[in-house]
Structure formats: structure tokens, C-alpha cells
């Protein structure tokens, strides 16, 4: 399997514009998280989705992130409008529901926000 | 919500030391996790842990329950271990759940 896949790698757009990241978790997994890392506050959770449903989504921090998973292959991260603070290093990690459910980590997005 | 420390935040040593890198969280958890973070940014999970001890390669990992504390040891450090350790915490009673993470520590390895 090629792991999590994530696009783009690298982003910069313009404060206002709509920014969407794009996640394909590994296969077969049922878990699908994605996570913020910035230098002030490190990694911290956004969502996460359980067979496609979301499962807590408290740490979305406002209105303007909203995220969706259509489908156990394909999970989207969508920032409209976009605001310079929301620069940072988007990951999304994947898991199994099993026992021993580690978590898988994508290359993650390195969003610049002008 | 779980707060989970680490220390100490910057480790500087000479190749082949022993090194031990510490964690402790504030409530109980279902698994702690030991992740590693290269310049440039992947991250790789080390170890999962809910209980006693795992070991892998020069890296090892216990875990002690009832004090809320973890440590990542490595032996014989080499330069290749220079990278940011992140200690993260997991509360579900089963499944997966999202992760609670420390602000991780720095290591460099000097040859």
C-alpha cells in the first residue's frame, strides 16, 4: 500500500480565498483523523470520522472549516475563507479498528495563507 | 481534557549515549503513543502502548499506569536518531480516537 496520500503538498493562497486539502487514507482502514501542527500550538486534533461518519469535530476551530468524507476512500479538509492564521502544516492520519490501532500519518499540507 | 508534558523540550548529546525522554498526562488513558518527527516534517509512529513495556531495536518505551508516566529510551544514540520525539495519548475505551499531544522534545545527536 502507498500509505496516507495527501495533496497538495504545498499551498499558498491569498487571505479570503477557498483552500480544499485532499486526504486518501490507507486501505481497509476505518478511522480517518486530520490534524493541525503550527509552532505556537503544536499538533492538535480537528476531526475525526469513523466508517465515513464523523465523530468529533470539536476541535474545528470555527465556522470556515468544515470537512467531509464521501466515501472510505477519500476525505477533504475545506477552509473558505481563508485567513493568515490558518497557516500551518495540515496531517491526516488513518487507523484500523482493531486492538492495536496506530495511527498512520500522511506527508501532510504546508498551507501559507498571505 | 488530557495534558500531557513532556521533558525535557531540547536535548542536545554526544553519539552513543543513553538517552530517556519523559511524558506524563493528567487523566487516564487508553493508549499512549511515541511518535518521531524528521526535519521536513513526516511523522512515525514508534511505539503504542497501554501497559508495561515494548522494545524496538535500540528504542524502548514503558509505560507505568498508575503514575501517568511514560519514557522513550534510546541506546547507543547515533546522529540518525536527531529528530522531534512526540509523546500523544489516546482516551477511547475502544477503537481509535483522536490524539492528545505533547509539544514534543527536540534531539540533536553529535557525532
Known amino acids: 500500500d502507498a500509505g496516507v496520500i495527501q495533496s497538495p503538498r504545498h499551498e499558498v493562497t491569498e487571505m479570503g480565498q477557498e483552500v480544499t486539502l485532499r486526504c486518501k487514507p490507507i486501505s481497509g482502514h476505518d478511522y480517518l483523523f486530520w490534524y493541525r501542527q503550527t509552532m505556537m500550538r503544536g499538533l492538535e486534533l480537528l476531526i475525526y470520522?469513523?466508517?465515513?461518519?464523523?465523530?468529533?469535530d470539536s476541535g474545528m476551530p470555527e465556522d470556515r472549516f468544515s470537512a467531509k468524507m464521501p466515501n472510505a476512500s477519500f476525505s477533504t479538509l475545506k477552509i473558505q475563507p481563508s485567513e493568515p492564521r490558518d497557516s500551518a502544516v495540515y496531517f491526516c492520519?488513518?487507523?484500523?479498528?482493531?486492538?492495536?490501532?496506530?495511527?498512520?500519518f500522511g506527508p501532510g499540507t504546508r498551507l501559507t495563507v498571505l | 481534557k488530557n495534558e500531557v508534558e513532556q521533558s525535557p523540550q531540547n536535548l542536545t548529546a554526544q553519539e552513543g549515549e543513553f538517552i530517556t525522554i519523559n511524558c506524563s498526562y493528567s487523566v487516564g488513558i487508553s493508549a499512549l503513543h511515541w511518535l518521531q518527527q524528521h526535519p521536513g516534517g513526516g511523522i512515525v509512529s514508534l511505539f503504542m502502548l497501554s501497559s508495561g513495556k515494548k522494545k524496538h531495536g535500540r528504542l524502548i518505551a514503558t509505560i507505568n499506569i498508575q503514575e501517568k508516566h511514560s519514557s522513550l529510551h534510546i541506546t547507543a544514540s547515533h546522529p540518525r536518531d536527531s529528530a522531534v520525539y512526540i509523546c500523544a495519548v489516546s482516551n477511547s475505551g475502544g477503537g481509535a480516537d483522536g490524539l492528545t499531544f505533547g509539544k514534543g522534545t527536540h534531539l540533536i545527536i553529535q557525532p
Open positions: 492520519a488513518s487507523a484500523w479498528d482493531g486492538y492495536y490501532n496506530e495511527q498512520f
Open positions: 470520522f469513523n466508517n465515513n461518519v464523523p465523530i468529533d
